[in-house]
């Protein structure tokens, strides 16, 4: 019995294996199960190499888990494709379609000895129960439910719902190719019982969501009521969920002509007094630079998504990565600081874009909330969030003594300034991209110009205490260190428990708020630590660098940074945790020697 | 929503005195924007006017409107999202040819396409002023300009014939050879729900060539309402605009006689129809369980 | 400049609101222009189009108050769209590091062509009393021009230096 499997499937899009992960996520969680579910696929639109991973557990799911426990693959080229994404290793079954003619004592993994490898006739079955191959996917869920205990009746009525509509035969000829994979799994048992035991919570409402659209959502909830974009993968379905459900909270949304354009639309929209919202990925980031100076320096609210994918350039638009740290806090001319926020799940998606949208809307400056592909494309259960929690900050409007001599950008002990907008009486200004003085009107002052930067600099520091930003989990006092966010934080999560589990005394820092650097924060994380990590998928080490640039590192604190697309595996970060011990206890060598 | 109050032109006047060359047709501009707010009669604190970068795009902070001076060829863009974040303001954006026919010379099609109700009014000058004089996307082929030391090789773009083409429900030519009849047009022109486009030829005193200054302007001038032009007829109004360089037709060549809905007043319809029963914000994550 | 307007029917008292609209766009220009050449650091120039604006505000005054005792609060059917620079010089008139001499050219300019309105108008009025005034109208543009001639008179002969060899380049921005 099993408490938690990871299952990685690839064929090519014609397969659907990525809607058969999609049912066996959404069944799963209906028997109560938490799951996260991210999908990859290879540059064509249609046809190309897909693969998805669905990892099932009874408890919290981290991340979407390192080597697999299920292997399936359709035909092999396609799953190779995938290479370090999807990972086999001695502990894991594989499953292959046997009309790919490879012996199971051949099949194409270098270096590695599956737990066991079953060919199943899955084409075939398919097309002797439903009369087409088509409904290979649906095969392989019966496979699973045989298997893995997974999805049995949850399975076949969540097809069902789908497919009612169209017509029952199909319901039929998809509930015979089910029956036929569990029937197939029954009568060729495996080696080891690798069923899951049943969850505890089953019943209990759950949630099920991707990063992107729990991203919009959130964005609704916080009060956004404008969102200008323009389509982008990995992030365009942020757009999509506000064309559908924007409107009925009296705001608007527009597919602008470019990405200048979006931005500049949610721009404009925050002059107008409305909370507003973009989303991108890196191509559009570095388009979108010159308008995220603009909003800073006319101190306009907005928050800003950059859903990382490979770059630079196109680079690699379906895959993750976290190589986009300097463009979110450097890009756009001047001496300017702008926020940048990263959730680490889609749970925390929630939290971070309302925390965006609060620190957006109170220090009216444009805020980053830097997503990636997994975290945005993954489909993760989580548990109802209760909004209620959830404080919701607007920006300060003048008061009717500050509009007697009304000042936009007035000098205060706070340096924020109450910001009116057009329709307010008395508020009248003008808003610029030029320098300007306190009532707004342009100057080429220098020292009018320190004073300015001064203000709008100096206004973020608070940020910087805000010790909520930051989860720290371990030992505080661990000579071992782990830093990671985004998804790759997932990852470092379920590393800590494990070398805790093996005696290592270690540590993470999470942050959720990646720039202005709090360096008080870091100081005081790193006060105790002798050997450390910082874990990014970045080829340059940016968030190592930016670090290294705002504070004196302790001098044990290494770099573990890769390009992105192959995800980290918390067996690896354990293992390099290991060798760090082993450093650390070499470095105290000497000093357990008597001396003489 | 408006005040009744009636306004004069001086109340649309701001305290900032323009960094524009003394003689610049800009000056001009802004008087006919005053005089044409004048009459429509909205507080200015209704008005939001939106600029780019160039001479011209200071001309927001010389109103007593709400004013947004952006970044170089993006006023377009910014005014369309405060129109759609409020319709109920008055959305003026201005600018000069090189912000509006070239840095931002894409966004035009798509506010035309999408017919959102802003008055854009372009100031045309045939000349990068800001800069010192080089060459912009409606100088005149054969201009020598310090970037076209031996003539440029580039053929003018024609903003009155391609915004007719986009399918612009008004599209008028002012100057300030004729104060008033520009700020009747630009009257006309915000009157107009939906998207309209102002060309004024605003002479550079400073980079300007002898033949675009006013006397020379006056000299290629024509009225189209003398002409006998109907305003309603498309095909005649391209007709004309295919002069564009050689004579300045100054009125309007353009006026949808039945304006077609808004995109703002049908986002107002969407807003209304989707808002009855939908889940409250607090509610909105419900829309994520799985039953 | 333009003229919307249809003289065979102009009666006395829209002729006169007309003359101090006239008046009154010719002060608006010149304190325009004024305001340019203070901002561009050219004082006499300034200063000139200051008084220029005092004479068209006291001639504006004048005409205002003979309407006021003919026509009493009658009120005014004429409106600025129909007149366009009669008296009031050209927008591009106005030029950087103006001169004074530069200034006063200007504006005899303008009154020349403020007189030329009145004479090209005269054949087609039909009201006798129009007639009278427009004629009185002219000939003031004809006495105004004396004055400007004769403060043209004052100044040193022209060196005929060019500006532009000695002001600064315009500034990139």
């Known amino acids: ?596 | 929503m408006s005040a009744t109050c009636e306004f004069q032109a001086k109340d649309y006047k701001s305290d900032l005195k323009p960094i524009w060359c003394p003689g610049c047709g800009d000056y001009s501009v802004v008087q006919g924007i005053y005089r044409a707010l004048a009459a429509i009669g909205r507080p200015p604190h209704e008005v939001a006017f939106i600029s780019g970068i160039g001479c011209s795009s200071r001309i927001p902070g010389y109103t007593t409107a709400y004013g947004f001076n952006t970044v170089h060829g993006r006023a377009l863009p910014i005014a369309q999202g405060i129109k759609l974040a409020n319709p109920d303001l008055l959305v003026l954006a201005a600018g000069g040819d090189g912000d509006g026919f070239s840095i931002g010379g894409g966004h035009i099609a798509h506010l035309i396409r999408r017919n959102i109700d802003i008055t854009y009014i372009v100031m045309d000058n045939q000349i990068y002023g800001l800069t010192k004089g080089q060459l912009s996307p409606t100088s005149q082929k054969g201009r020598t300009t310090c970037t076209s030391p031996y003539g440029s090789l580039e053929n003018p773009v024609n903003p009155l014939l391609y915004t007719l083409a986009y399918g612009a429900g008004f599209v008028a030519q002012a100057s300030p050879t004729d104060l008033a009849g520009m700020a009747a047009i630009i009257e006309e022109a915000i009157r107009y729900p939906g998207f309209a486009f102002v060309n004024v030829q605003s002479p550079c005193v400073t980079y300007g060539e002898e033949a675009q200054q006013i006397k020379g302007l006056k000299a290629i001038s024509a009225s189209l309402k003398e002409l006998g032009h109907d305003p309603a007829d498309r095909l005649a109004a391209m007709d004309l605009a295919q002069h564009y360089g050689e004579k300045m037709h100054l009125g309007v060549f353009y006026r949808n006689p039945e304006p077609p809905p808004t995109y703002d007043a049908l986002i107002r319809e969407r807003q209304v129809q989707l808002s009855q029963g939908a889940l409250p914000k607090e509610r909105i994550l419900d829309l994520f369980i799985k039953k | ?173």
């Open chain 1, 1 to 596: 019995m099993r408490k938690d499997l990871v299952f990685g499937m690839a064929g090519s899009g014609g397969d659907g294996i990525v809607s058969a992960g999609d049912s066996l996520l959404q069944a799963a969680s209906a028997e109560g199960y938490h799951g996260v579910m991210t999908k990859s696929f290879g540059s064509q639109i249609r046809g190309g190499e897909s693969s998805c991973r669905v990892r099932i557990s009874t408890d919290h799911v981290l991340n979407p888990g390192g080597n697999l426990d299920v292997a399936v693959a359709l035909n092999w080229e396609d799953f190779l494709k995938f290479g370090a994404e999807l990972p086999v290793a001695g502990t894991t079954v594989v499953i292959y379609e046997a009309a790919t003619g490879v012996p199971e004592n051949q099949i194409p993994l270098v270096g590695v000895t599956p737990l066991q490898v079953i060919a199943v006739p899955i084409a075939a079955m398919a097309k002797e129960h439903a009369g087409t191959e088509r409904a290979k996917n649906t095969v392989v869920l019966g496979l699973i439910a045989g298997w893995f205990g997974i999805g049995g009746e949850a399975v076949m009525k969540g097809i069902s719902k789908k497919l009612a509509k169209k017509s029952m035969e199909l319901v039929e000829a998809n509930q015979k190719a089910f029956d036929a994979g569990v029937t197939f799994a029954k009568e060729h048992p495996l080696k080891a019982d690798m069923t899951v035991v049943p969850s505890a919570s089953k019943g209990k409402v759950k949630l099920l969501t991707d990063g992107n659209d729990m991203c919009a959502a959130a964005a609704i909830f916080a009060g956004c009521q404008f969102f200008g974009g323009y389509p982008i993968t990995p992030s365009t379905e942020i757009m999509q969920f506000f064309t559908n459900h924007v409107w009925k909270y009296g705001g608007a949304v527009l597919q602008a002509e470019d990405e200048i354009a979006g931005i500049g639309s949610a721009v404009g929209a925050s002059f107008a007094g409305k909370k507003a919202m973009t989303a991108t990925s890196g191509p559009g980031l570095s388009l979108k630079s010159e308008m995220m100076g603009l909003a800073s320096i006319a101190e306009l609210p907005l928050v800003i998504v950059d859903v990382q994918r490979g770059g630079p350039s196109t680079g690699l638009p379906t895959k993750t990565e976290q190589s986009d740290l300097f463009a979110a806090a450097f890009s756009a001319h001047g001496d300017v600081i702008r926020p940048v926020l990263a959730p680490t799940s889609v749970a925390d998606t929630f939290r971070t874009t309302v925390e965006a949208f609060n620190i957006a809307e109170y220090y009216q400056t444009p805020v980053i909330i830097l997503s990636d592909q997994e975290i945005a494309s993954r489909k993760e259960t989580l548990d109802p969030i209760d909004t209620s929690q959830f404080k919701i900050l607007n920006r300060l409007q003048p008061s009717g003594a500050d509009l007697q001599d009304y000042k936009r950008f007035k000098q205060t002990e706070s340096h924020i300034s109450p910001i009116s907008h057009p329709g307010m009486q008395g508020g009248t200004y003008l808003a610029s991209g030029i320098e300007h003085v306190e009532s707004g009107a342009p100057t080429n002052s220098g020292s009018v110009h320190q004073r300015m930067n001064d203000k709008r600099i100096k206004k973020l520091d608070p940020l910087k205490e805000r010790k909520d930003l930051f989860e720290i989990t371990g030992n505080p006092d661990a000579p071992l260190a782990l830093v990671a966010w985004g998804s790759v934080a997932g990852v470092c999560r379920e590393a800590l428990q494990m070398a805790q589990a093996e005696g290592l005394d270690v540590k993470l820092m999470v942050p959720y708020l990646l720039y202005p650097v709090a360096e008080q924060t870091y100081t005081d994380f790193f006060a105790s630590v002798q050997k450390g990590l910082v874990v990014e998928q970045s080829h340059l080490a940016q968030t190592f660098k930016v670090l290294r640039m705002h504070l004196d590192l302790p001098k044990g604190l290494q770099s573990l940074a890769r390009s992105g697309a192959n995800p980290f595996l918390p067996g690896e970060i354990v293992a390099a945790l290991h060798h760090l011990l082993s450093e650390l206890q070499r470095s105290h060598e000497g000093k357990l020697q008597p001396q003489e």
């Open chain 3, 1 to 173: 400049m333009a003229a919307r307007i249809d003289f065979a029917s102009l009666t006395l008292k829209d002729a006169l609101d007309l003359a101090v609209l006239i008046e009154d766009e010719a002060k608006e220009r010149y304190e325009d222009f004024a305001a340019q050449m203070d901002q561009h650091r050219t004082p006499e120039a300034a200063k000139f189009f200051r008084l220029m604006a005092v004479n068209e505000a006291k001639h504006g005054q004048e005409l205002a108050e003979r309407r006021g005792q003919l026509f009493g609060d009658a009120p005014r059917t004429v409106t600025r769209a129909q007149i366009f620079d009669v008296e009031a010089p050209d927008f591009d008139e106005a030029r950087a590091f103006m001169s004074p001499r530069q200034a006063m050219k200007a504006a005899l300019a303008s009154e020349v062509k403020a007189q030329a309105f009145f004479v090209a108008a005269l054949p087609a009025l039909k009201d006798a009393k129009v007639r009278a005034l427009f004629e009185e109208l002219r000939d003031e543009e004809v006495e105004h021009q004396a004055l400007v001639k004769a403060e043209l008179a004052k100044l040193p002969p022209d060196s005929g230096l060019s500006d532009d060899d000695f002001v600064d380049e315009p500034a990139a921005q």
